[in-house]
């Protein structure tokens, strides 16, 4: 597609509930990367893949957060036993070439909102 | 986790007016960019910076990646209602963003 698609954009869950968040980057892109972005807040880092590996997840706030990327393009955002503390909006974004000093092509998506009740 | 320092948190001014808005960081990196954020969308990039030094511009908008690395100024000139949003500094080290808090800028027709 022409942009990032994300999937759904809204999601209520009751707490403890799992959930699952899709994210289908721009054909071709390497680099796939998920935000989490708290209500009045920037986006902060949770994970990066380029293609199927993920090299960082420093940003994952606990182990009920897990992220896969397994063909090297769709990734999903799962989380479990969801608490209130998790209500965000989840960015995904990716990129066409990843170079330490550069930024092609890094093109985020709308996001999903989470809102755990 | 860490954000950048931005100011100031919101603006507003009269249609016409300049805008200056800033970020600090304690920490070097090896770009800066500026974002603007609409209701209900992603960051969409304004300005991408790559060297020390660099003043950049894109229609009305200027930006600067500061001598230190460690901060960023955005000017937008003559502002018009579109202007309207949430502005995001953002420093990257390969490819990870770290971001501002955000300036809400509103603009008075």
């Known amino acids: 597609g022409a942009g990032v698609s994300q999937s759904p954009r809204y999601k209520v869950a009751k707490r403890g509930q799992d959930v699952a968040l899709r994210c289908d980057p721009i054909s071709g892109h390497v680099s796939l990367f998920w935000y989490q972005q708290a209500l009045g807040q920037g986006p902060e880092f949770l994970t990066y893949?380029?293609?199927?590996?993920?090299?960082?997840k420093s940003g994952l706030p606990s182990d009920r957060f897990f992220a896969e990327r397994p063909e090297g393009s769709v990734s999903t955002l799962k989380i479990q036993r969801t608490q209130q503390e998790d209500s965000a909006v989840y960015l995904c974004a990716s990129s066409l070439v990843l170079r330490q000093t550069a930024n092609y092509g890094y093109t985020f998506g709308s996001g999903t909102r989470l809102t755990v009740v | 986790g860490q954000q950048l320092n931005q100011s100031p948190q919101s603006m507003f001014i009269q249609e016409g007016e300049d805008v200056s808005m800033n970020c600090t960081s304690s920490s070097i990196f090896n770009t800066w960019l500026w974002y603007k954020q609409d209701p209900g969308e992603g960051p969409v990039l304004l300005i991408a910076?790559?060297?020390?030094?660099e003043l950049t511009s894109n229609g009305r908008l200027t930006a600067q990646f500061g001598i230190t690395r460690k901060d960023s100024f955005l000017n937008i000139s003559a502002s018009i209602p579109s202007d309207v949003g949430i502005y995001f500094c953002?420093?990257?080290?390969?490819?990870?963003?770290?971001f501002g808090q955000g300036t809400i800028l509103t603009v008075h027709p």
């Open positions: 910076l790559y060297k020390a030094g």
């Open positions: 953002a420093g990257q080290i390969y490819g990870k963003l770290t």
């Open positions: 893949f380029q293609n199927e590996a993920q090299l960082d």
